[in-house]
């Protein structure tokens, strides 16, 4: 089994080997040819090594075989990495070549020492080709020999009392809560088709769905049932349909005999169906559609379907409702573990040790009933003596663990994509129950080469659903992320990942010397408190090695020492450097030699200055640098050419001042901050290029852009990934000029955030009232020359508009609401304020109109209005307040339903006109459930 995971890991690493040289870099290849003849030859053995993997993944090997077979597949991966190692050499060598080819100065130095380099290259493969030839011979060996004995051996996966064969009589245990909750969504008339149940492998799944079908509530619902398993995982719809014409059903609430005529029967009578498919993990769309289309078509009552799954996507694909099922609690652990004991050994039930050992050994269980029950079975036909042992011993040190739990358990794997495979390798770095959050993981793989670098974040997201599908995480409940969320490995997921990463990937924890340790180990990580001088020292004769993570628990800060200077000349091959959480003080200059580097973490460090030569480093995708003493960024930041990803935001870039020509950074996702400066590299064109930025960009200091066609070069419509856009001038300027830059910075289409700050001209360009079709919120703010306010009543999904120091604005009037619809403006607004408006008188533009859904307005420190628009036809609105409205005399006679009414600072409203009874503004507002005037509830 372990040289099944290990050759589905070794088979992920090969199927992405050749992607970037031969996709990117095939034409360049052919000018040298030896290399690539070399590497054309390495390729048509890479598609031969992945074939026999997967002939691994289909044997059984026993004994002497499967070691042999383990320290094959150990010895591919290696020479994987190998392969890898080079091809990351001749990408950055025609890289260098690239940046180099406008330079004359010492061209003929460079030209002889690349020519060198290429030469001693193509020998590199050479000898690769040669290893792997031999191990793939020794592999087919192997293979042979397998499949020449596997007759006589024993398969243990399919004698293995899984939860899907159905037939186990303990009752079902802990799941009351989940049986209501299901049968009340199959039984309601939900506009879903029926209900997923989606969690992993061993979650008792299957059983819960049997004992759902045999429900009194669903045989009154659906008179006609049909059980679907589905052995292999994949959907057949000519299967299904066959069943349902012979009326076949595979349930044990009645005879099957009982069943399939009752289902004549119902059929019939076209009463409603009920299709249960359990275990259903893969599918093609089409050919579901094609299964429902006929579905349909029979005449029967109401079709509701009802899956068993461990893949989360298949719920979207049937149109299902997914139901997340949770592990059982250790209680109802232990009452399995008791029931099956008792049913096998009643002799036992007495004991009085028996319930203690029990519950002890529930924890073990990690919340799987199929683990339960498999501890049941050991504890009832152990003496007691054996207990102690069971008790202390790890449950993945016991026979049957590997024996009966672990088949079961990893039977997901092999339906598994390549590439998440190879990231289950990667979470044996990490300890168990640790914290993920999915976009700072998928940075890693794509930092280690994992995952090609993605300009499109979509792209990167569908990497990361791909793996919460798999149902192998659960979700963090206490964990503390800024509001992202975080998930954490089953604990036998982990245990998996410790088999799937072999030698590759090693988690250490409190040593003081690696002498140990394997020198082909590729990833590392340290869980220390303290990581000696000794460690550092060592690692330089790790000279394979790509990933060194420092992780901490309890948010304390890593001791450690001073990085050896030439530590960096040794560790050539180093992807991922992360040193967060640690007392680290200075990184040394060696850091230029890591020219493979693409992750740097230095963030929640005292680092206060980072190495010039770091802008050498052209591979570098991910900086992170957030809380730390840094006050500038290295000289010449701009040459980091590759650079995805700065995890700095707008206080950081203040502080550190961006630097000079940071238009160069043409791939860079996130720019918080960008200052317009009449300087040489601070133009706004810098953003001309810089077409992959995501999120939030504040674009400061306008005042300084020449005219409109040089704020139309910073071409901000191209930047579809961005979010939210803040416009902002720190100094008054020409109005025509203003309106001008404005014009130029139309913003992308799919924008959901605008902010213009101290505009100033009298009237705003055509853009900004446009129909944006994602725009959800707008703050204008200090646009003091600004008269009349744009027609925003037109933008279908504002929710949210801010008005805001508009010292020119005397009147809202019909203008602002724009072309009504059928009388109505505003379709999505939800809340509308007006705040420190010094000349605004009257809002009469308001009273005409409806706006469906605001429920929130407010007036804040507008002086000179001395009425406020009638409200009647705000039907919706719930929340109304009024705040330092000093001239504000009375309500409107005619208030829609609020809930809330608040009214401070605005001396002319009094409280003790609402207070007497029976008094006209009394009447307005009694039946307003909360009222509050000056800090006064009424």
């Not at 320290?71 to 001749?90: F, H, N, P, Q, S």
């Not at 070069?713 to 803040?726: G, W």
């Not at 008054?732 to 959901?752: E, F, H, Q, V």
């Not at 001396?907 to 507002?925: H, I, M």
Request: aromatic content about 8%; glycine content about 4%; charged content about 25%.
């Amino acid at each position: 089994m372990e040289a099944a995971f290990q050759s589905g890991f070794a088979s992920a690493l090969l199927d992405i080997l050749f992607n970037r040289v031969t996709d990117v870099f095939l034409t360049e290849l052919k000018k040298i040819k030896n290399v690539y003849e070399a590497v054309d030859k390495l390729e048509t053995t890479v598609i031969e090594a992945q074939s026999l993997l997967l002939q691994v993944d289909s044997s059984h090997f026993q004994g002497i075989a499967r070691h042999a077979m383990k320290k094959r597949v150990d010895t591919l991966t290696g020479l994987c990495y190998d392969a890898e190692d080079v091809m990351d050499e001749i990408v950055l060598l025609m890289s260098k070549d690239n940046l180099g080819s406008g330079k004359k100065i010492w061209w003929f130095r460079d030209a002889i020492l690349r020519y060198l380099k290429t030469w001693a290259i193509g020998h590199g493969i050479s000898k690769l080709q040669i290893k792997f030839n031999a191990i793939l011979e020794q592999l087919k060996d192997l293979i042979d020999l397998s499949k020449k004995t596997s007759n006589g051996c024993r398969d243990l996966t399919s004698e293995v009392p899984s939860d899907r064969e159905g037939s186990n009589p303990v009752p079902l245990v802990g799941r009351d809560n989940d049986v209501d909750e299901i049968i009340k969504m199959l039984t309601s008339h939900h506009s879903e088709k029926g209900v997923s149940i989606v969690g992993m492998d061993g979650l008792g799944k299957t059983m819960l769905a049997q004992h759902i079908l045999c429900d009194p509530r669903i045989d009154r619902k659906f008179p006609i049932k049909l059980w679907v398993p589905i052995s292999d995982g994949y959907f057949n719809k000519q299967d299904v349909c066959d069943r349902l014409d012979k009326g076949a059903v595979l349930v044990n609430c009645k005879s099957e005999a009982e069943e399939s005529s009752d289902n004549n029967v119902a059929l019939k009578l076209q009463q409603n169906l009920l299709i249960v498919f359990d275990n259903l993990l893969k599918m093609k769309l089409t050919d579901w559609d094609d299964f429902w289309v006929k579905i349909s078509a029979k005449k029967v009552g109401e079709i509701k379907i009802f899956v068993t799954t461990s893949n989360a996507s298949i719920s979207k694909s049937t149109g299902t409702c997914a139901y997340n099922l949770k592990p059982l609690s250790d209680e109802s652990c232990k009452t399995l573990i008791e029931k099956k004991v008792c049913l096998h050994n009643p002799n036992l039930c007495g004991q009085p040790e028996f319930s203690y050992v029990a519950g002890k050994l529930a924890s073990k269980c990690e919340g799987l009933p199929f683990v339960a029950r498999i501890i049941g079975l050991v504890l009832a036909t152990s003496h007691k003596n054996d207990w102690s042992d069971l008790l202390e011993k790890d449950l993945s040190h016991w026979p049957e663990f590997k024996a009966e739990i672990f088949p079961v358990l990893s039977l997901g794997f092999k339906d598994m994509q390549l590439h998440v495979k190879k990231f289950l390798s990667y979470f044996s770095l990490f300890p168990q129950n640790y914290c993920f959050v999915m976009d700072d993981l998928a940075q890693l793989w794509v930092g280690e080469g994992f995952i090609e670098q993605l300009n499109d974040s979509s792209s990167l997201q569908a990497y990361v659903d791909a793996l919460l599908e798999t149902s192998i995480f659960q979700v963090c409940e206490d964990a503390n992320h800024a509001g992202r969320p975080s998930y954490q490995l089953h604990k036998f997921t982990h245990d998996f990942a410790q088999v799937v990463a072999s030698k590759t990937c090693l988690q250490i924890q409190g040593v003081s010397t690696l002498s140990s340790i394997d020198k082909d180990i590729r990833h590392l990580s340290l869980l220390c408190d303290n990581i000696p001088l000794s460690i550092w020292t060592e690692l330089g004769t790790y000279k394979r090695i790509r990933t060194i993570l420092s992780l901490h628990a309890d948010n304390k800060n890593v001791k450690m020492p001073k990085i050896p200077r030439h530590l960096f000349k040794s560790l050539t091959h180093l992807r991922v450097l992360a040193l967060s959480g640690t007392d680290v003080a200075e990184v040394p200059d060696s850091i230029n030699k890591l020219e493979h580097l693409r992750y740097l973490d230095v963030s929640n460090t005292a680092l206060s200055n980072l190495p010039d030569k770091l802008s050498t480093l052209s591979t570098l995708q991910f900086l992170k640098l957030k809380n730390t003493a840094l006050s500038h960024l290295p000289k010449d930041f701009h040459k980091l050419t590759s650079l995805l990803f700065v995890d700095w935001d707008k206080s950081e870039l203040n502080r550190l001042t961006l630097p000079a020509h940071i238009g160069n950074l043409s791939s860079l996702q996130t720019l918080p901050l960008f200052h317009v400066g009449n300087k040489d590299g601070y133009s706004i064109t810098e953003l001309q290029n810089m077409n992959h930025l995501h999120g939030a960009i504040c674009i400061t200091n306008l005042e300084n852009v020449k005219d409109r066609e040089e704020a139309k070069a910073a071409m901000l419509h191209k930047k579809t990934s961005l979010r939210r856009i803040e416009l902002q001038w720190n100094k008054s300027t020409n109005s025509s000029l203003a309106r001008d830059i404005l014009t130029g910075l139309r913003p992308p289409l799919y924008l959901k955030e605008l902010k213009i700050t101290a505009y100033c001209c009298y009237i705003f360009p055509d853009w900004i009232a446009q129909p944006l079709p994602m725009l959800e919120k707008i703050h204008l703010q200090r646009c003091h020359s600004c008269t009349v306010l744009p027609a925003f009543g037109q933008l279908p999904a504002l929710r949210t508009l801010i008005i805001q120091e508009m010292e020119s604005i005397t009147s809202v009037s019909n203008s602002f609401c724009g072309q009504l619809v059928d009388g109505k403006c505003f379709p999505s607004l939800n809340t509308l304020e007006f705040n420190d408006m010094p000349k605004l008188e009257d809002c009469t533009g308001l009273e005409a109109t409806r706006m469906p859904q605001l429920r929130v307005l407010k007036f804040v420190n507008c002086p000179m209005m001395n009425t406020l628009p009638l409200l009647r036809n705000l039907t919706s609105l719930k929340d109304l307040q009024i705040r330092r409205c000093k001239s504000l005399v009375t309500l409107p006679d005619v208030l829609p339903a609020l809930e809330s009414l608040i009214i401070s600072e605005s001396d002319k409203l009094e409280a003790k006109q609402y207070q007497t009874g029976g008094s006209k503004e009394r009447r307005k507002v009694e039946y307003i459930p909360y009222i509050e005037i000056n800090g006064e509830l009424i």
